[in-house]
Each structure stands twice: as C-alpha cells, then as structure tokens.
T-cell receptor, first 115, second 115 residues
Framework: NAGVTQTPKFRILKIGQSMTLQCTQDMNHNYMYWYRQDPGMGLKLIYYSVGAGITDKGEVPNGYNVSRSTTEDFPLRLELAAPSQTSVYFC??????????????FGEGSWLTVV | AQSVTQLDSHVSVSEGTPVLLRCNYS??????LFWYVQHPNKGLQLLLKYTSAATLVKGINGFEAEFKKSETSFHLTKPSAHMSDAAEYFC?????????????FGSGTRLQVQP
C-alpha cells in the first residue's frame, strides 16, 4: 500500500527559484490537500481540491499554485521562493470530507529550506 | 468558524504513568474530531476519531478520547505511557457541514516520556 507519496523529501532552494512538490495517491480519493507546518505550529491549509479539475484556496495560498489534472496527482508549485516559505509541506488525501469525518491520510512530508 | 486549542504545549510523564493531553474546540455545528500523532521527521498518523457515534472513542496503541459537548472538550488519555509514545500530538476539528474546508489543527502538544 503506497498511500500518499510526495517528493522530494528534502530540498534547498535559493531565493527566487521555482520548484514543484509532487504528490500522488493510489486510493482513488476525491479530496486532496496541501498543508505547511512551521516549527512549533500545527498544520495550515495551503490549497485543496475536491476532484480533478477543481482547486480552491486554503488559509495560506499566497506564493503557491496547484493543479489537479488527474484524480491521483496534486502538485504544488512555488514560483518565486522566499525565506518565509521555509517549512515542512504535507500532502494529504481523503475520500470525502463531507462523509461524516472520513480519515485524511498524510504523506511523509517534504522539508523545504529557502536560502 | 471552527478552532482548536491544545492547552499544553509540552507534557512530560514517567514511563508507566497515565497520559492526559487536553484539547478544547469551537465549532458552529456538530464537528468531527481527530487526534493525530507525529513522530520526529515523520508524517501524521491517525490515532482516533469521533464522528457523532459513541462519545468514548478508542484508538490505536491504547489511546482513547472522550467527547464532552457540554465542555467542548476532546481530551486524549492513555492509562500507561510507553517510551515509544514520545511524539507530537495534534487535536483536529472538521466541520463537514460548513463547506468544503478541510481540517483545523491545534498547535500541538509535545509528549515526553521519561524512563
């Protein structure tokens, strides 16, 4: 069972560079999410998607973009990296958040440092 | 709007003694509530969830939590701590009825277990 797979696990970026965090899930989940976790904090929602072709902003979307061309994949793009984007990023998926609290499954995280 | 407050940022217990991690929530509707655990440099793992069935919820690794609507609390307990329980614990609330928004995380409680 692969579950939610995100790559890369670690990355160092220079200010102004761009990169894409990849996320794929093999559970046929409709909902996918990107969160960031800053030191000593809980997770904050960046973007989410309720199905292929549909994305929406979360709490902290500035500086990020997403796309959802397939059910399985939900990449997160950083266009112009800034030090404030140094964080741990988690991709997650669930069948449906409306279905009485379905479990959300998380990837193992991507540690991103912007210098 | 929903919110979660974890009342202790750090909890330290001795191995074999009880664990209590406190969580209060605010929600406009009947929420779903979760506890997730995060071991160092790992992703998040679901411990247990409450979805309006039994108010006492049993989870993995001997953890349980009780939903108390009158107190808006969802405290996590374990009768006897084990060294492997040392981790970060997140209380999470979800309001499926309020739209497509995902989870709201507490700021986390770091559990230390002393030998």
């Amino acid at each position: 069972n692969a579950g939610v797979t995100q790559t890369p696990k670690f990355r160092i970026l220079k200010i102004g560079q761009s990169m894409t965090l990849q996320c794929t899930q093999d559970m046929n989940h409709n909902y996918m999410y990107w969160y960031r976790q800053d030191p000593g904090m809980g997770l904050k929602l960046i973007y989410y998607s309720v199905g292929a072709g549909i994305t929406d902003k979360g709490e902290v979307p500035n500086g990020y973009n997403v796309s959802r061309s397939t059910t399985e994949d939900f990449p997160l793009r950083l266009e112009l990296a800034a030090p404030s984007q140094t964080s741990v990023y988690f991709c997650a998926s669930s069948y449906s958040i409306r279905e009485g609290g379905n479990t959300i499954y998380f990837g193992e995280g991507s540690w991103l440092t912007v210098v | 709007a929903q919110s979660v407050t974890q009342l202790d940022s750090h909890v330290s217990v001795s191995e074999g003694t009880p664990v209590l991690l406190r969580c209060n929530y605010s929600s406009s509707y009947s929420p779903s509530l979760f506890w997730y655990v995060q071991h160092p440099n790992k992703g998040l793992q679901l411990l247990l969830k409450y979805t309006s069935a039994a108010t006492l919820v049993k989870g993995i690794n001997g953890f349980e939590a009780e939903f108390k609507k009158s107190e808006t609390s969802f405290h996590l307990t374990k009768p006897s701590a084990h060294m492997s329980d040392a981790a970060e614990y997140f209380c999470v609330v979800s309001d499926p009825d309020t739209g497509r928004r995902a989870l709201t995380f507490g700021s986390g409680t770091r559990l230390q277990v002393q030998p």
